[in-house]
């Protein structure tokens, strides 16, 4: 499935970065000063969706 939304996205002209887990999106994100969009399973090993989300949310809203 994550293959065929990457596609999608890219078609449609998004940047699109996959990663196999939520540990790797937190190091990725660690990285980024601005995302639009984290798309994710809900359930996960070790961090699940809503973990990843608050964890996404907490770095984006982080001051400069």
Known sequence: MR???VEILQDCG???VAVVSGEEAV???SGMSHFDVVFSDIMMPVMNGYELAQ???RRQN???
């Open 14 to 16: 998004f940047r699109v």
């Open 62 to 64: 982080r001051p400069a």
């Open 27 to 29: 190091k990725f994100l």
């Open 55 to 57: 964890e996404g949310s």
């Open 3 to 5: 293959g065929v939304l």
